[in-house]
């Protein structure tokens, strides 16, 4: 794959054709390639790969924006790790994130199982359990402000008609958190049941033919076809699901502010807080370094660790 | 898979199909399974239920106790009356521009370079595509404070395009691989047959590809439809004045309930996912069959 007319000659069905006339269709052939992707390569450089740079010098800078940036060295990794806040963001962050993502997992697992049973309107029970995932998040927040008012919201309407006490949910610095992964699972458990959806679809009925033959029961059928043939979308959903939770943001942008009691403070909104609040462009830089290597020790851990359950059909 | 052992076909067929009635048993389960499917249903759909309800309810049934599902008399009026509170329908034309034109950059965009990964050999393409799908797990927050500054610079601040100009430019990893997923399943009989008339690659992609890869394009701008409709963070970064803000920005004082009152800012909302459930309903088919052609599935 090193030079253009060896990329194509390997398995190219027109060996006949002389060999100079091969490497100019080739070179054109490489050539169109290029072009045809360069609008993400250019896109990679301008908007990823730059920037990530840029984003690692700026976290040695003192900038405001307003007056020349300023080299300062290791302060700003220094001032994180005293930063007081900066710890308490992530073990909101990490504790919504360890909460809601198995618990997203497993309920959207289970709403598509339902929705692959054999039955009578599944297209519209689908379109219900996914309505909610297209529903703008700002939307959401104006209801969920709402539906959640701890004096006269439906929530705590509910809680007392079945005679439980009433909650203050994102009020109370106890339950804020909760409340938030109690109102992800309505707003993004839809989507990952959508992924889990074509996944079973995936599975060959063959599998589950043999397994009945074989006697085994729903359960059996569950742990030895359906799982481990949908570990490779079980993996897709856990590894963006976590990097999706750790940059939780509008929902507490919007309802919360970060509080009650810095309670439901996660990363992005603190980043949000020192970048484009504050104007500490290097400060906020540093952070986002931090958390973006968070989150990268937690995909790689998930990827290693996947090798031992995740199961490949070809591999 | 070692353990499933096989039995002949008549074996297979005489345990699926008995012959005689299902038991007793078996319509327990469907009934406990509709029930479960109904109450879910209902569980799901109470936030829009309650968005759409309040939205069209007087203000003093706003608070009633018990709660009022269906209001009486419907107070369609709360739908022009929020329009005197914000500039709803300036923010909601502010929405469909950056929407429209974000989504426009996406399709043209990724299925540009779909067609570079999926058609054309060039060295370096297995590396290239595999960088592609590591940019999907990359978080965005990294690149947000550069890319801020950068925009500051060419004085884009305040403006649509830096809500606009990155879809041109690839249009996502996702989008990408979507599109370059399907093109995988085409027959390359159908380029030979092009080039062989004299069409070059340009042509291949424009004539041919684009048509047939309608399906896909579809899926593709209803993702990117969809997410540029609700972004948040972005036009949250981006705009500031009044006049430029998108409706979900602008939206983003109705979560407070000062400014209006409740029911007046469930109209507003509704301004803002009525489209979106519009489109679901229409084009839910290929927003489906989209994610079931990443084929994340196989590999």
């Known amino acids: ?315 | 898979m070692a353990t499933l052992s096989r039995l002949p076909r008549s074996a297979q067929a005489t345990a699926a199909h008995g012959g005689q009635h299902p038991p007793a048993s078996y319509y327990i389960k469907r009934a406990l399974l509709y029930l479960g499917m109904i109450s879910l249903s209902i569980v799901f759909m109470v936030p829009m239920a309650w968005m759409l309800s309040t939205s069209l309810k007087l203000q003093g049934q706003v608070f009633a106790h018990p709660p009022i599902w269906i209001p009486r008399p419907i107070m369609w009026y709360n739908y022009v009356e929020v329009l005197t509170v914000a500039p709803i329908l300036r923010w909601l034309g502010n929405t469909c521009v950056v929407t429209v034109a974000a989504t426009l950059g996406t399709i043209i965009s990724a299925s540009m370079v779909g067609f570079g990964f999926a058609r054309l050999r060039f060295p370096g393409r297995g590396a290239l595509f595999a960088l592609l799908l590591a940019t999907m797990m990359l978080p965005h927050i990294v690149t947000q404070i550069p890319t801020f500054i950068m925009f500051k610079y060419l004085n884009w601040h305040d403006t649509f395009l830096p809500l606009i100009v990155p879809s041109f430019f690839g249009g996502g990893a996702y989008n990408i691989f979507l599109v370059r997923q399907f093109y995988l399943t085409i027959p390359t009989d159908f380029d030979d047959a092009a080039r062989i008339d004299g069409a070059n690659n340009w042509m291949i992609w424009a004539r041919i590809m684009l048509p047939l890869n309608a399906p896909v394009l579809t899926a593709v701008a209803i993702f990117s439809f969809v997410g540029h409709w609700n972004e948040f963070m972005g036009p949250l970064i981006y705009l500031f004045s009044e006049d430029k803000k998108t409706l979900a920005l602008g939206l983003r004082a109705f979560v407070d309930p000062f400014l209006a009152s409740y029911h007046l800012n469930m109209a507003g909302a509704m301004y803002l996912t009525l489209p979106m459930v519009i489109i679901f309903f229409f084009g839910q088919r290929y927003f489906l069959r989209g994610v079931v052609m990443t084929g994340i599935t196989g590999r």
């Open chain 1, 1 to 315: 794959m090193t030079t253009p007319g060896g990329a194509v000659s390997a398995g190219a069905p027109l060996v006949g054709r002389g060999k100079r006339r091969w490497s100019r269709l080739a070179m054109r052939e490489a050539r169109d390639g290029y072009l045809f992707v360069a609008p993400w390569l250019l896109g990679f450089a301008l908007f990823t790969a730059g920037p990530m740079l840029a984003s690692a010098v700026l976290a040695l800078m003192r900038y405001n924006l307003f007056s020349p940036p300023v080299w300062v060295g290791l302060a700003n990794i220094k001032k994180l790790v005293s930063d007081d806040i900066v710890w308490l963001s992530l073990w909101n962050t990490a504790y919504y994130t360890f909460l809601s993502v198995p618990l997203r997992l497993i309920a959207s697992l289970v709403l598509a199982l339902l929705c692959v049973q054999k039955i009578r309107f599944t297209a519209w029970f689908r379109t219900f359990f996914y309505l909610p995932s297209v529903t703008p998040a700002v939307a959401m927040a104006i209801v969920w402000f709402w539906i959640l008012n701890p004096d006269v919201g439906l929530a705590n309407t509910v809680l007392r008609a079945i005679g439980l006490p009433p909650s203050k949910w994102i009020w109370d610095p106890k339950t804020s958190k909760s409340t938030f992964v109690l109102m992800q699972m309505w707003t993004a458990g839809g989507n990952t049941m959508v992924i889990f959806l074509a996944g079973l679809q995936n599975i060959p009925q063959s599998l589950y033919e043999a397994a009945q033959i074989d006697g085994a029961s729903g359960w059996a059928q569950f742990k030895n076809v359906t799982v481990p043939m949908l570990s490779p979308v079980i993996l897709f959903n856990l590894v963006m699901g976590i990097i999706g939770s750790f940059q939780v943001f509008t929902g507490a942008f919007l309802m919360t502010a970060g509080g009650p009691a810095n309670s439901t403070l996660f990363s992005v909104l603190y980043m949000y807080r020192l970048a484009f609040e504050q104007f500490e462009m290097g400060y906020a830089s540093a952070f986002a370094w931090l958390l973006f290597l968070v989150i990268l020790v937690f995909t790689l851990l998930q990827l290693r660790m996947s090798e031992s359950w995740v199961y490949y059909e070809g591999g």
